[in-house]
């Protein structure tokens, strides 16, 4: 009975294959993590992310379609002329409603 003395502990092939389904449950959950990202280059939402808001290295990424923008911080005041445009009211549900001025 040569079938039954067969040794699968010290087959190299079998510790292979299992090295093989440990890889592909890997590259499995990273391309479902690259897919449910915001900023999927594969995806065509409108995402806008802000990072570090407030604070002196803020920085805005917005993703149109499949073009991707960065805008920096640079951490000073802005200032400049112009009119009085209108007027924003915050609501006590935290939303915030803009009432353009009428001339």
Same mark, same amino acid.
Request: without cysteine.
């Given at each position: 009975?040569?079938?039954?003395? $067969?040794?699968?502990?010290?087959? @190299? ?6 090295? !093989?389904?440990?890889?592909? !449950? ?10 449910? $990202? @915001?900023? $999927? ?13 407030? /604070?002196? $290295?803020?920085?805005?990424?917005? /993703? ?16 400049? %002329?112009?009119?009085?445009?209108? !007027?924003?009211?915050?609501? /006590? ?7 353009? %001025?009428?001339?």
């Amino acid at each position: 009975m040569k079938f039954l003395d $067969n040794d699968n502990d010290i087959d @190299p092939i079998a510790s292979a294959v299992n090295l !093989v389904d440990v890889f592909l !449950v890997i590259i499995a959950a990273l391309l479902i993590t690259i897919a449910q $990202n @915001p900023l $999927n280059p594969f995806s065509s939402d409108d995402v806008t992310i802000i990072k570090n808001p407030g /604070k002196k $290295n803020m920085e805005i990424i917005v /993703k149109k379609g499949t073009k991707i923008e960065k805008y920096k911080a640079s951490g000073k005041m802005g200032e400049g %002329e112009g009119n009085k445009a209108g !007027v924003a009211y915050k609501m /006590k549900d935290g939303s915030m409603i803009y009432v353009p %001025e009428v001339k």
